[in-house]
């Protein structure tokens, strides 16, 4: 009796295991990594996510910058949002990775997002918020905190 509560609690655990991989209609957006860690003027820092879509049509991206105080309060600064398309993103796919570049404090590459310097060393972070042609929104995933460096 005891063998078979326990098959059957790992069948259910084992279920709610699998369910977590499956597509979702809304979009899922996950951020993998961001290097470097320390940015100094002129460094292009990187961005590395990966989503996916059940339909697969995602229509745009928002970014977010984050920026952090001593204090550890947080002021979401610029909040963008761009067509898949403008930032050579993959579209009608139902899985794919990004790879997303911004060049800090200067603008020696067009082709690049150029995010402003600061006036003090700060820490600063990033979010994205994929939504679909159907405005259907992702979950908001941040990446760890990074330090900017004082041009």
Known sequence: MR???????S???LSFACNKDKFTS???VQI???????VVSGN???????????EGD?????IVYKWFNA????????????????LGLPGAL????????????TYNQPDLLTLPGVLRDTTASFGLVLIDKTRKRSNYSESARIRLRRP
């Open 3 to 9: 063998n078979n509560i326990l098959f059957v609690l």
């Open 11 to 13: 069948m259910v655990l």
């Open 26 to 28: 809304e979009p899922q």
């Open 32 to 38: 993998n990594s961001i290097q470097p860690s320390m």
């Open 44 to 54: 292009v820092i990187k961005l590395l996510a990966n989503y996916t879509d059940q």
């Open 58 to 62: 995602i229509d745009s991206i928002y």
């Open 71 to 86: 204090a550890g309060s947080t002021r979401a600064d610029t909040l963008q949002r761009f067509p898949i398309n403008r």
């Open 94 to 105: 139902r899985k794919a990775d990004i790879q997303l570049q911004f060049e800090y404090n």
